[in-house]
């Protein structure tokens, strides 16, 4: 197994009343993300979007890591330090948008590391 930079990003384009949900997790079926930091970005801000993060199966309260009101602005959480993710552990990270403006590009950032077998 070898550790590389973890640096993923999945876009969502937010709906006609400003939500959206972004889901990202590992490609390669052995591959374990250590992820540290989410990023969550929309590309314009007249109505500033929300967005909920979530580290499990689905976008649920069981999963929820973290919260912002500001995520039109931009903004981080290291709140995901210590969540492993992998397809047989928690397999995807979530960024559920809402409040933003319809339309716009929103994105999920994760950085950290991760491990690949070979």
């Known amino acids: 197994m070898r550790t590389v930079a973890l640096n993923e990003s999945v876009p969502v384009t937010l709906d006609g009343s400003g939500n959206g949900t972004a889901r990202i ?27 909920n993060i979530y580290a499990g ?18 903004d981080s959480s290291d709140r995901i330090t210590g969540k492993v993710i992998s397809r047989t552990q928690l397999p995807y990270i979530w960024a559920v948008f809402t409040g933003g403006d319809p339309g716009a590009a929103a994105v999920l950032n994760v950085t950290g590391t991760k491990d690949i077998p070979g």
């Open 57 to 74: 199966q689905a976008p649920v309260q069981r999963y929820f890591v973290d919260a912002t009101m500001t995520a039109s602005s931009g």
């Open 25 to 51: 997790g590992p490609d390669e079926p052995a591959a374990i993300w250590r992820p540290t930091l989410v990023h969550v970005d929309v590309n314009t801000a007249v109505s500033e979007a929300s967005a």
